[in-house]
């Protein structure tokens, strides 16, 4: 009987329990327990049959392999260090922290403790976004001049200790610079705030290395979720709605791409699994989402002071 991967828990909120659910349905993975200061998650310990601990150093006790930190951002160092000082390989969600310097001793630690270390940039495990970078890297769509992204919807009341540049914002952030394989360069941003005590709506506008473009619009305030992605260049454009999921390539007429109907998150806990097992590097490492916490600060600063912010 093959090994199974022991993995924990800390934060069981409405993503910790997403995390939860998929890890349960992991075959090679033995979930071993749930952390969270409320001690009414106990409720779903029970539910999976597994151990909850109120005190999440308690379950870094647990000879685990791996674990999942899904808690507020501004935690995210203080946990991710202690379970990387316990030599358990961490996926942390995004952002990877609420400073670069926190980002950073994040990252120096699990490489001198020589284990894992993946942050929840989900979007690059969307399978439209997969297909979406192989066209690129591909050059179905010839000199990509630029592209533009709209995430918008009503407020997550959950979310207080960020604006929306740096809980929405990042997610296009990163994967614009994961398809034109390059790092933002300077970027500019205004913003808002309307009901929220930090920004809740942005324009995000940003120059890559080698020149090209990216517009990101984001905010708290629209009644219906949008999640859209647009890709313009001198062969073929590209629209990608995140929701359906719908793919639409854009040439000599149009070519509606048949996306796979997988659930993103599970495949992102698949891949973080694969690295622990067989040593892999993770696609969504810590220095690329050092470098998108990076560009969100600067368009914070950049709306803060109103000018653009040289980000390399």
Same mark, same amino acid.
């Given at each position: 009987?093959?090994?199974?991967? $022991?993995?924990?828990?800390?934060?069981?909120?409405?993503?910790? /329990?997403?995390?939860?659910?998929?890890?349960? /349905?992991? @075959?090679?993975? /033995?979930?071993?327990?749930?952390?969270?200061?409320?001690?009414?998650?106990?409720?779903?310990?029970?539910?999976?049959?597994?151990?909850?601990?109120?005190?999440?150093?308690?379950? #870094?006790?647990?000879?685990?392999?791996?674990?999942?930190?899904?808690?507020?951002?501004? #935690?995210?160092? /203080?946990?991710?260090?202690?379970?990387?000082?316990?030599?358990?390989?961490?996926?942390?969600?995004?952002?990877?922290?609420?400073?670069?310097?926190?980002?950073?001793?994040?990252?120096?630690?699990?490489?001198? $403790?020589?284990?894992?270390?993946?942050?929840?940039? %989900?979007?690059?495990?969307?399978?439209? +976004?997969?297909?979406?970078?192989?066209?690129?890297?591909?050059?179905?769509?010839?000199?990509?001049?630029?592209?533009?992204?709209?995430?918008?919807?009503?407020?997550?009341?959950? !979310?207080?200790?960020?604006? !929306?540049?740096?809980?929405?914002?990042?997610?296009?952030?990163?994967?614009?610079?994961?398809?034109?394989?390059?790092?933002?360069?300077?970027?500019?941003?205004?913003?808002?705030?309307?009901?929220?005590?930090?920004?809740?709506?942005?324009?995000? %506008?940003?120059?890559?290395?080698?020149?090209?473009?990216? +517009?990101?619009?984001?905010?708290?305030?629209?009644?219906?979720?949008?999640?859209?992605?647009?890709?313009?260049?001198?062969?073929?454009?590209?629209?990608?709605?995140?929701?359906?999921?719908? #793919?639409?390539?854009?040439?000599?007429?149009?070519?509606?791409?048949?996306?796979? @109907?997988? @659930?993103?998150?599970?495949?992102?806990?698949?891949?973080?699994?694969?690295?622990?097992?067989?040593?892999?590097?993770?696609?969504?490492?810590?220095?690329?989402?050092?470098?998108?916490?990076?560009?969100?600060?600067?368009?914070?600063?950049?709306?803060?002071?109103?000018?653009? +912010?040289?980000?390399?």
């Amino acid at each position: 009987m093959l090994k199974k991967i $022991r993995v924990g828990v800390i934060g069981a909120g409405a993503m910790g /329990q997403n995390h939860i659910r998929n890890y349960a /349905q992991i @075959e090679k993975v /033995q979930l071993v327990g749930i952390a969270d200061p409320d001690p009414q998650k106990a409720e779903l310990a029970k539910q999976y049959g597994v151990e909850f601990y109120t005190d999440y150093k308690e379950l #870094l006790k647990k000879d685990l392999d791996a674990v999942s930190i899904v808690v507020p951002t501004t #935690l995210h160092a /203080q946990v991710a260090l202690d379970a990387i000082r316990s030599g358990i390989n961490v996926l942390v969600e995004k952002p990877i922290a609420d400073t670069v310097e926190n980002a950073e001793k994040i990252i120096s630690e699990a490489k001198s $403790r020589n284990v894992k270390l993946m942050v929840g940039h %989900i979007e690059r495990f969307n399978p439209a +976004v997969k297909e979406l970078k192989r066209l690129v890297d591909k050059g179905v769509f010839g000199d990509i001049v630029a592209m533009s992204a709209k995430r918008v919807g009503p407020h997550n009341h959950r !979310i207080r200790d960020v604006g !929306i540049i740096i809980d929405l914002g990042i997610h296009d952030i990163d994967i614009m610079s994961y398809l034109y394989g390059e790092k933002v360069s300077k970027v500019y941003a205004t913003a808002g705030v309307a009901n929220h005590t930090k920004e809740d709506h942005a324009v995000i %506008i940003m120059k890559f290395n080698n020149g090209h473009s990216g +517009v990101i619009e984001t905010n708290w305030l629209t009644p219906h979720k949008i999640r859209e992605l647009t890709i313009t260049g001198t062969k073929a454009i590209a629209h990608l709605d995140y929701i359906k999921p719908d #793919l639409v390539i854009y040439g000599n007429g149009h070519e509606i791409i048949k996306i796979e @109907e997988k @659930e993103p998150l599970r495949l992102e806990l698949e891949h973080f699994v694969d690295c622990v097992e067989n040593g892999n590097e993770p696609m969504a490492d810590g220095e690329s989402a050092l470098h998108a916490l990076k560009v969100a600060l600067a368009a914070v600063e950049s709306h803060n002071d109103v000018e653009a +912010v040289q980000v390399l």
